[in-house]
């Protein structure tokens, strides 16, 4: 059974990717941080409804931390499946935001890309099959006020994900990485009025993570083996 690790499992689109992938017969690591009691409620109901799953924890910004669980897992044999959704806001206007602002949100979502990413890669050579998917954001492909730091760090992904698509493309690893616009969650119901959605989105309504999370089982797939070095956006036409 190919293994399949989703950082960030715990949350809205993470959750929905780990369903996804387990449907698929995946064993999906359910990866959290602080919110471990959730990874594990999902886990649970992923092998209750007859898949197969496993709650893990550890910090991804932390480099060490991070080896030391990533082996552990590595023992049991290859992750073939990595999905880069783990990511934090910390939200100010640039002429007003802490160095530990812009440091804190760099740290999660690209250099924890790596963190998690590098260690798994020549295990996966080894198999001549993978697939590396990271969730970026629209905020990347258009920025957003006060979110300077959020959209730097899911650029970098960008560029991260062309140049290790190009490194793994022959060993039959596909590297790619999507770009959500408003989707559906606790956050984004704080955030965005119906209103301000009809605004800014064509469609008239955010999407929803089960949406992403069908564009992340694909990339996931063999059916998509020729697909590398791809940002796709998912937005409802925003851009």
Known sequence: MIRALVTGG?????????????????????????????????????????????????????????????????????????VNNAGVHDDAVMPGMRPE????????????????????????????WGRIVSVS??????????????AAAKAGLHGATKAL??????????????????IESAMTESVFSRDAIEKFVPMKRAGTPEEVAELIGFLASERAAYISGQIISINGAMI
């Open 137 to 150: 954001s629209v905020a990347a492909l258009a920025g957003n006020r006060g979110q300077t730091n959020y």
């Open 165 to 182: 698509a190009l490194e793994l493309a022959s060993r039959g690893i596909t590297v790619n990485a999507v770009a959500p616009g408003i």
């Open 10 to 82: 715990s949350g809205s689109i993470g959750a929905a990717a780990c369903r996804r992938l387990a449907a698929d017969g995946r064993h999906v690591y359910v990866h959290a941080n602080s919110r471990l009691a959730r990874a594990e409620k999902l886990a649970t109901e992923i092998t209750a409804s007859g898949g197969s799953a496993q709650a893990v924890s550890f910090d991804i910004a932390d480099r060490d931390a991070t080896g030391a669980a990533l082996q552990k897992l590595l023992d049991d044999g290859p992750i073939q499946i990595v």
């Open 101 to 128: 602002q812009w440091s804190r949100v760099i740290d999660v979502s690209l250099n924890g890309f790596f963190n998690v990413t590098q260690p798994l890669l020549m295990p996966m050579i080894g198999t001549r």
